[in-house]
Nanobody, 125 residues
Framework: VQLQASGGGLVQAGGSLRLSCSGS????????MGWFRQAPGMEREFVSSTTTNGDFTLYEESVKGRFTSSRDNTKNTLYLEMNNLKVEDTAVYYC???????????????????WGQGTQVTVSS
């Protein structure tokens, strides 16, 4: 599957953005979909991961209650609704796809085979 992330931009602290990740191919619904982010000079880190049918999402602790991940398999699209953004949320955000794998954590970047190109989110104070 090929992934294309979009929706990033510049926003003030406290503002909102919605990221989208469009997937090609008819097998999008068969993938666990994750969001990751990488701030300047930092390692890429887990943000959230949503199961194939969207019935469960795991969130990184710092985004719980502010970010919501969802997916529309009829549109082959994953979303990340980000509210109450903070300066520390500034990063390049990536979406990624993984085949279901009960032996690996949803946080484990190694399980994600396909990655989008990233979209920049900048939060100003």
């Amino acid at each position: 599957v090929q992934l294309q992330a979009s929706g990033g931009g510049l926003v003030q602290a406290g503002g909102s953005l919605r990221l989208s990740c469009s997937g090609s191919g008819r097998t999008f619904s068969g993938y666990v979909m994750g969001w990751f982010r990488q701030a300047p000079g930092m390692e890429r880190e887990f943000v959230s991961s949503t199961t194939t049918n969207g019935d469960f999402t795991l969130y990184e602790e710092s985004v719980k209650g502010r970010f919501t991940s969802s997916r529309d398999n009829t549109k082959n699209t994953l979303y990340l609704e980000m509210n109450n953004l903070k300066v520390e949320d500034t990063a390049v955000y990536y979406c990624a796809a993984s085949v279901p794998n009960r032996y690996k954590s949803l946080r484990d970047q190694d399980r994600y085979t396909y990655w989008g190109q990233g979209t920049q989110v900048t939060v100003s104070s």
